[in-house]
């Protein structure tokens, strides 16, 4: 359960190193960009292949402003939640996320890290997910157009799962679209 830690540590460690290196060039503070959409809940025929919940996710998401620079894009940290307005399963996360900028201001992002959920860890109920664990991975993927320098839209994907390391591991999957304001 411990190695589940590690990518939260890893964005921790992020946040302080480059927090004190220097202020980004590309921000006036700590904060880089929010997001905020509506998601369609527990989506099947995706990764996690089937659905036993309902409803719509409110999600909001702060993409933080230290960075290390990869490959044409950059890591930054990122905090957020998924909220079912139906009250099935919830989650709040902490990913380190990767984002490369076309030169058309299209722009693609994948991230990995850990959440925490409040759903059902087995099978209890046949309208609830049976995730196996309280502490899962998160795996977003986005591709979205940058309207100008402050204003965005995406679509937007998340995955959660345990990957395996308990019995039941059923998954699930949002899809949605998000508005971003970066500072």
């Known amino acids: 359960m411990r190695w589940m830690l590690l990518p939260i540590v890893a964005v921790v460690a992020l946040v302080h190193s480059e927090a004190k290196a220097e202020e980004p060039a590309d ?7 929010l997001k905020g959409g509506i998601l369609a809940h527990d989506v099947p025929n995706m990764w996690s292949s089937f659905s036993r919940e309902r409803g719509i996710d409110l999600n909001l998401e702060a993409i933080f402003a230290p960075k290390v620079d990869v490959l044409g894009g950059s890591i930054r940290p990122a905090l957020g939640g998924s909220f079912n307005v139906q009250g099935d399963t919830s989650k709040i996360y902490l ?10 201001e299209v722009y693609a992002a994948v991230g990995l890290g ?19 664990s309280k502490l899962l991975f998160h795996i977003p993927v986005e591709i979205g157009y940058r309207f100008d320098p402050h204003h965005g839209l995406s679509v937007y994907f998340d995955h959660v799962s345990n990957a395996y390391t308990q019995d039941s591991n059923e998954g699930m999957d949002t899809l949605g679209i998000r508005y971003g304001y970066r500072f």
């Open 27 to 33: 921000t006036n503070g700590f904060l880089y960009e």
């Open 95 to 104: 990913d380190a996320r990767y984002e490369y900028v076309f030169e058309s």
């Open 114 to 132: 850990g959440a925490w959920h409040n759903g059902e860890t087995s099978l209890v109920r046949n309208d609830r997910k049976a995730l196996g």
